[in-house]
Structures are given as structure tokens and as C-alpha cells.
């Protein structure tokens, strides 16, 4: 499922869920000679709108509806919570609301918070220096023992479908370099005995790490956050006179991320 078919069915169930929520109100008044709020028929109409308005955009801007269809049926239970949100939100109003909002605003900090520290902030141009023994990647520096048959590596994460947060979806950064002939075949780069760079934390820094209840639950949040990465390889020029220097330009769109190298004049 592509991120705007999986934005397009959250919202239309977050609605939809609004206006059974509404409609139940209005029901339960009605049955029971109780008063309701009139702005809730308004409410209805509005989310009926919307709803419209993001089904007909779908089957526009949506590539393959038919598949998207079937990716949301195996979705089912994450829309249904959506769906229930909604609900509970247009029925408690004065308390479920406020705290569904609170709450979406909370984990949006944190976990931008937590992005943000471990990438910085996400550059569009990085300076790359190359020299006989080592090379200068923004503020990193990875020692080698030639330039020469060398690609940079940019390890790259594309956050959870289901994460619909106003954050970047695209996370990246220049962890090192590998030999031109190394195949990626989407394991840990870091790994390879042919990579020279940032490593991983040792199982010892592991182990002393805090593991407290908020702890162990929070490296399995980063964990899925985190879970989808893969490397992009950027060979390195030739046959130059050293030292050279090079602007690394990253493009993103979306979920996709492209990077060339260009030398400085």
C-alpha cells in the first residue's frame, strides 16, 4: 500500500467513524426525547464531504485502486481503529476528542524528537572532500586506504505506511564507504567486511543500556519506526587529482530518495 492510498483510507475511516458517532447521538436523542447539539447534522455534512472528497481524489491520484483496495482489507483492523476513534471522538466530544488530538500531537513530538536526534537535521547538499587516505563527508570522516574503486554509502529509512505523522517520511545519512564492487543485497552495509565507516554499538553498549519498562519499549517503537532501510551507493569519481571536492545533492520525493554527486568548480 503506497503512503497517500494509506493517508486517503485513514481519513475517510477517521469521518466515517465521526459520522456514525454523530448519527448515534442524534438517534439516541431522538428515541429517548433528549437534547443534542444541532451542530452535529452540520458536523455529519461536513465529514460526509470530506469523505467524498478523498474517495473521488483516490481513484484519480491513486495508481492501482483495485490493489490499494485489497492492501486495505488486510489492514482492516488498523482502519477499524480508526474508525472507532472517530466514533468515540464524535460521541465524548468533550473528553475522547481532546485527548485522541492530544495524544496525536505528543507522539508527533517525540518521535520527531527522537528522528531529529539521531539523524539531525536532513541536508540537501552535503560538501565531500576526497584525499589520499581519507574522505570528508560533511562532518564525517572516513579514513581509507585510496579513493580509488570506492563508493559512498547512504544509509536510508523510509518510516511505517501506517506512521501518518507530519514528518519527513524519508530519513538518510552518509555512514561510510564500501568497495565499487560491492553488491547490495539490502542486508546491514555496516556489517560487510568491505565497509569502512560509522559502526554499529557492540553487544556490551547493548547490554548497558537502560531496559527499564519505558526503556525496552521505546527501542521497540524506534525499532518499527526505523525497521525499513536500505542503502544507496554512490560511486565515487576516478583517476583524480587530489585533493578534490564534490557537492553530494540529495532530491526527495516522498518515499524516494535520489542523490548525484557533482564536482565543485
Not at 547538499?125 to 584525499?131: D, F, Q, R
Not at 568491505?194 to 521505546?218: C, I, M, P, T, Y
Request: glycine content about 6%; hydrophobic content about 50%.
Amino acid at each position: 500500500m503506497s503512503f497517500y492510498a494509506c493517508l486517503s483510507f485513514a481519513i475517510v475511516s477517521l469521518c466515517l467513524g465521526g459520522v456514525a458517532g454523530c448519527l448515534f447521538c442524534v438517534a439516541f436523542a431522538k428515541i429517548f426525547h433528549k437534547k443534542f447539539l444541532k451542530a452535529r447534522i452540520s458536523v455529519v455534512f461536513l465529514l460526509l464531504s470530506v469523505v467524498v472528497a478523498f474517495g473521488a481524489g483516490g481513484f484519480v491520484f491513486i495508481k492501482n485502486p483495485s490493489f490499494e483496495l485489497s492492501a486495505f482489507l488486510t489492514e482492516k483492523l488498523f482502519f477499524f481503529a480508526l474508525f472507532a476513534a472517530g466514533f468515540l471522538g464524535a460521541v465524548f466530544w468533550k473528553t475522547v476528542f481532546p485527548v485522541l488530538i492530544a495524544f496525536y500531537i505528543a507522539l508527533s513530538a517525540f518521535t520527531g524528537i527522537a528522528l531529529y536526534s539521531e539523524f539531525g537535521i536532513l541536508p540537501d547538499n552535503m560538501s565531500v572532500t576526497l584525499n589520499k587516505t581519507f574522505i570528508e563527508a560533511g562532518k564525517s570522516t572516513f579514513f581509507v586506504d585510496s579513493p580509488e574503486n570506492k563508493s559512498l554509502a547512504v544509509e536510508v529509512y523510509v518510516l511505517p505506511k501506517k506512521l501518518l505523522l507530519p514528518l519527513p517520511r524519508v530519513w538518510y545519512r552518509v555512514i561510510g564507504t564500501v568497495d565499487f564492487s560491492y553488491i547490495d543485497d539490502g542486508k546491514n552495509i555496516r556489517l560487510s567486511s568491505e565497509f569502512s565507516g560509522d559502526v554499529l554499538l557492540d553487544e556490551n553498549s547493548k547490554n548497558n543500556q537502560k531496559n527499564s519498562f519505558f526503556a525496552r519499549h521505546l527501542r521497540n517503537y524506534m525499532g518499527w519506526v526505523l525497521k525499513t532501510r536500505k542503502n544507496l551507493l554512490v560511486p565515487l569519481p576516478q583517476n583524480e587529482l587530489l585533493p578534490s571536492v564534490y557537492t553530494l545533492k540529495f532530491k526527495r520525493k516522498t518515499e524516494i530518495l535520489s542523490c548525484r554527486l557533482e564536482k565543485n568548480l
